[in-house]
């Protein structure tokens, strides 16, 4: 016997699966099914097309405009970083060159006042004329040395490859902390060592008693010096002034990180500091007491405190 439609009080024949819903269903239903099924299509399609029309007007430039622009930043600092050293190197061939120039300046005016002064008076000896010649035959030399100075430049590519610049996508809202890379390498530091540390796009700068220690970027030691100054409570990088700004109980230091001199440059009376931070013009201190004040500095030409709040 034949079976009937699965739908409730239907009395046709079943006349097949329908495959949205696992039913033996009759011609009548199936239909039905095929109707409503069919219906889901064109709302499907609106997406779709939706989903066209954005990926159409898609802005790629506005996309990637951020990175580009932090790459674009990155572009014009490595410009700038090489034409400040080109025009140091020129300076550095400028003096070598005019070092010698000047010396053969200043002799070949002596020589020529005494040669006036012998014309003028019209009085000279036999020794006078041979010291001459024998001082100009020296100049002579002197010149031809000059004309053919060259020199020997010797340089080696800027190592430029994937670490100067890493490109990984994320989305916006997507913070994984699991994509952060693994340390790279510990610095263990002694009980006695102060906390505060400050780096440039060089080095970086801590306390590892009894010195304060530069580290490059690979993580060594490039340069140390004893800190006799008492407590370090903070430290931070003025690329303005090209030095570290160490922040003392009292005092302000700062440090060249090329020859390691150490400048007291600011003391405070009777109040003591904490924490420190600077823009491209200030220096900001906060004291360490209990309604705490900020006091704003001029970095340039000296620290000087120009505001507090
Ligand atoms: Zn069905
Ligand atoms: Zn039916």
Known sequence: MSQSCSIEKCTRTSRG?????????????????????????NPLADELNALGVRLETLNIEKVIGNSRQKLEQWRQDCHKKIDCFFGQKCQE??????????????????IQMK?????????TTRHDIDSLTLTIRQLQINMNNIERTCFTINTRPLPIDDT?????????????????????????????SFRSFTGNDRHFLIHQ??????????????KQMLWLYGTIWD??????????????????????ENTLSIDNVYTTVGRDLISCTCSDTVLFA???????????FTLFPAIEVIKEW
């Open 115 to 123: 040669i006036t002064e012998f014309i003028d008076t019209q009085e």
């Open 164 to 192: 100067s610049v890493f490109i990984t996508k994320t989305t916006e809202i997507e913070l994984d902390l699991s994509t952060l890379s693994p340390a790279y390498t510990t610095i263990h530091r002694s009980e006695e």
């Open 286 to 296: 906060c004291t360490n007491e209990g309604a705490s004040s900020i006091m704003e």
């Open 93 to 110: 061939l400028n003096q070598l060159i005019q070092e010698t120039v000047t010396k053969q300046v200043e002799e070949l005016n002596q």
């Open 235 to 256: 430290m931070c990088w003025s690329s303005i002034l090209d030095r570290f700004i160490v922040l003392g109980k009292k005092s302000i230091y700062l440090i060249n």
């Open 17 to 41: 699966l329908c495959d949205c819903c696992q039913q033996n269903l009759c011609l009548q239903h199936l239909n039905e099914h095929n109707t409503l099924l069919v219906s889901l299509l």
């Open 209 to 222: 008693a009894p010195n304060l220690c530069l580290f490059d970027r690979k993580m060594n030691i490039v």
